[in-house]
């Protein structure tokens, strides 16, 4: 029996995930194929049954080996969604006639900021930011309004 060609192609849903603080610090990882290219975690699914909110799980682990259902940890899903056309260079990547991708906006509250573990082959640098700060350094425009939309979605920060 031979492979089923659809899974070759990517899966045009996708997540953003705002990890942050209750103090609203947000992690931003550095592109290792664009310097400077500051993000939240983002990726696609696996299978186009892929519920979001694995996907977000799956993709929060393997960019930066946190573990969204720790303690102390809550992913939320904030019913937020951007759709967006995939840039050209990169839409062999999906099947044919695929020219836009929707993505799905969900925040992780960790309980401290702290160091991460990146993937290299995706990752080379992270850093804490406080929201604002973090969203003027997103590359991309609705990652950074996605941030924006932490103190409304993300709780209440404590003291």
């Not at 979001?52 to 992913?75: C, Y």
């Not at 969203?135 to 003291?159: H, K, T």
């Given at each position: ?42 990726g696609s ?78 990752h080379r ?35």
């Amino acid at each position: 029996m031979g492979a089923d060609p659809a899974r070759a192609f990517k899966v045009p849903q996708s997540v953003l995930v705002v990890i942050h603080t209750p103090a609203f610090e947000v992690l931003l990882i550095e592109r290792a194929d664009a310097p400077g290219f500051w993000q939240s975690v983002t990726g696609s699914k696996d299978r186009p049954e892929e519920p979001f909110e694995l996907t977000a799980a799956r993709e929060v682990r393997e960019e930066t080996g946190l573990d969204a259902a720790a303690p102390g940890h809550a992913l939320r899903d904030w019913g937020l969604e951007n759709v967006y056309e995939i840039y050209p260079q990169w839409r062999h990547r999906y099947a044919p006639g695929v020219t836009h991708n929707t993505e799905r906006v969900f925040g992780l509250c960790v309980p401290r900021a702290a160091p991460v573990r990146l993937s290299p082959r995706e990752h080379r640098d992270q850093v804490w930011l406080p929201w604002r700060e973090a969203a003027q350094r997103c590359f991309s425009p609705s990652n950074a309004e996605a941030i924006g939309w932490l103190p409304r979605l993300g709780g209440v920060p404590r003291p």
